[in-house]
């Protein structure tokens, strides 16, 4: 049964105020040397049914899981 690996990030052009809170805190806590954090989602999903796999993946990633007005996606099989 393959695994989808789903990975969701803000587009570069769009502020990330969680991403800001983290980068901030990161020196505080005796982290130094970070420059910038992106705060995105992960998506794992096992599906049975590998006929034109891809082109679903991109479907429900287009329609349910990413925003594609302020998100980017990518994706990966595993076999």
Do not use: C, W
């Amino acid at each position: 049964m393959p695994r989808v690996h789903i990975d969701v990030m803000p587009k570069d052009e769009i502020l990330d105020p969680q991403g800001q809170a983290i980068e901030r805190a990161l020196p505080q806590l005796g982290f130094a040397g970070v420059r910038s954090v992106r705060v995105g989602k992960h998506f794992e999903l096992d599906v049975d049914d590998t006929a034109d796999l891809e082109e679903r993946v991109r479907a429900m990633a287009d329609s349910l899981l990413a925003n594609s007005v302020i998100e980017r996606f990518r994706y990966h099989v595993e076999p």
